[in-house]
């Protein structure tokens, strides 16, 4: 590269010498940032879905290309946020790519120090053993006067604020079918 080149490559000089003098466009880019484009342009395709983060149910645009997810960005118009994420919505992304997102079940015994990882179906007939066990245990007909009970106290349900509607319709359903009463939401407390 040759002086003169490399002078005019020069952001001040293109500021002092061109047309943007306050160096916002043209005098600012370099010949690595003018190549540069949005990774969005390339998608195949765009999903709409909702943060699944918090209760505010803020809107996203997903950009799929390939198969694979390349960029979550706030859904303009979604009238929960209109276009905006807070940067945990905004990091969503990494939620569905990163390679040290927990994809199986990881279970660690009562005095255990490690992790076991165990299959889902072996992992669901522990909950479900136990969940019996426990309702069998802790099983109320009556009170101390006779009164009809027909409860539970002996487990309770504390959702999380990701869970949609029907998620915590079925739980519910199913917890109040258990016999139990205490069946809460973090999004309510
Ligand atoms: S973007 Fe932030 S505020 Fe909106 S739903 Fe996600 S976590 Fe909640």
Redesign the pocket.
Known sequence: MGMRQWIEGWPVYRQLAGPDRTARGAAAKSSGSENWHARTEDADKVVRSI?P??A???GQKVYVKDGAVTQIEGDPDSPV?RGR??P??SASKQLVTSPSRVTEVLYRRPYGTEWERLSLDQAMDMIADRVLATRAETWQDTDDQGRKLNRTLGFASLGGATLDNEENYLMKKLYTALGAIQIENQARI
């Open positions: 943060c983060y918090c505010v149910g803020c946020s994420l807070c945990k919505g």
